[in-house]
């Protein structure tokens, strides 16, 4: 056996961190495209996907495209990656265990 600690991430740190970089960062679409798929296959995993929201002008770097617009009578999705995850109400209590 090994005497290596195993060691674990906070669900909840991950949505954050990959909220803040799918809404500060300036690189490619694919890349923030990697980080929300993986966040989504670890919500699931835990039972704990409650969706996304996509991000507005006011939301993202200046000069990026939001995730949503209004056009017209309805709406448009410039950039699909610029979206932020809801965290679960059990992730969001102070009392919670990290995971």
Known sequence: MSNTKRRTVSIKGLVEQ???LNRLS???????????SL???VLHAGNVYRGFSYLSW???PVGHAPGIQKEGEGYVFPDETRRVY???RFLTK???PQD
């Open 18 to 20: 990959v909220n803040a």
């Open 94 to 96: 102070e009392s919670a």
């Open 26 to 36: 300036t690189c490619a679409p694919q890349i923030r495209e990697g980080w929300s």
């Open 86 to 88: 809801h965290l679960d």
């Open 39 to 41: 966040l989504e296959d």
């Open 58 to 60: 006011s939301d993202v």
